[in-house]
């Protein structure tokens, strides 16, 4: 089902939740610089079948630090898939903004960050909510831009978040 990433299939997706299991699931979050935050997801799901829309839709419901609801600001924006050099640049991005965290960085996140190789990444996408044609909100936070990737790696799927408040 990798071809049928959808914002609509995302949202559709929220009624299949309460079956859903996990084998396995790490959510990191850490505040970075201001109201900056980063966030890393990695779940291994019980199925065979690996169903993004609902593992994102897992994901965007769970999110810590959103203000907007999911329906609010998911239809805003786009999927796109895009190459592992574009992944590669957002995860560098990522693990320097946790370098200029204001209090100390979660230990947790930025290990797993630095652990974390994409070398036999596949399935790669970004949600894109930088258009500004489309209403808004394009995001689950009223200030600044957010960057949202995510992908396979074998049976795990990954999520990457990038808020930058200002």
Same mark, same amino acid.
């Given at each position: 089902? /990798?071809?049928n %990433? @959808?914002t609509?299939a995302?949202?559709a &997706?929220?009624s299949?939740? %309460?079956e859903f @299991?996990?084998?396995?699931?790490n #959510?990191?979050?850490s !505040?970075t610089?201001?109201a900056s935050h980063i966030?890393?997801?990695?779940?291994?799901?019980d199925?065979?079948? %690996?169903?993004?829309p609902?593992?994102l839709?897992?994901?965007?419901?769970?999110n $810590?630090?959103?203000?907007?609801?999911?329906?609010?600001?998911l239809?805003n924006t786009s999927i796109q898939?895009?190459?592992?050099? !574009?992944l590669r640049?957002a995860?560098?991005?990522?693990?320097?903004d946790?370098?200029?965290?204001d209090d100390?960085?979660?230990?947790?996140?930025? #290990?797993?960050?630095?652990?974390? !190789?994409?070398q036999d990444?596949?399935?790669?996408?970004t949600i /894109?909510?930088d #258009?500004?044609?489309?209403?808004?909100?394009?995001? &689950?936070?009223k200030?600044g $831009?957010t960057y949202q990737?995510f992908?396979?790696?074998?049976?795990?799927?990954?999520?990457?978040?990038?808020?930058?408040e200002s």
């Amino acid at each position: 089902m /990798l071809h049928n %990433i @959808t914002t609509q299939a995302i949202l559709a &997706a929220r009624s299949e939740l %309460i079956e859903f @299991t996990l084998e396995s699931a790490n #959510d990191f979050f850490s !505040s970075t610089w201001q109201a900056s935050h980063i966030r890393l997801v990695e779940l291994v799901p019980d199925e065979v079948e %690996i169903r993004f829309p609902v593992l994102l839709a897992h994901v965007l419901t769970r999110n $810590p630090a959103g203000g907007y609801p999911l329906e609010e600001w998911l239809p805003n924006t786009s999927i796109q898939k895009i190459e592992k050099q !574009s992944l590669r640049e957002a995860l560098e991005g990522a693990r320097e903004d946790l370098q200029e965290a204001d209090d100390r960085p979660n230990e947790l996140l930025a #290990d797993a960050l630095a652990r974390l !190789s994409i070398q036999d990444a596949e399935s790669c996408y970004t949600i /894109l909510a930088d #258009d500004p044609n489309l209403p808004r909100p394009r995001s &689950a936070y009223k200030y600044g $831009p957010t960057y949202q990737y995510f992908w396979l790696k074998g049976n795990r799927f990954y999520y990457l978040e990038i808020h930058h408040e200002s």
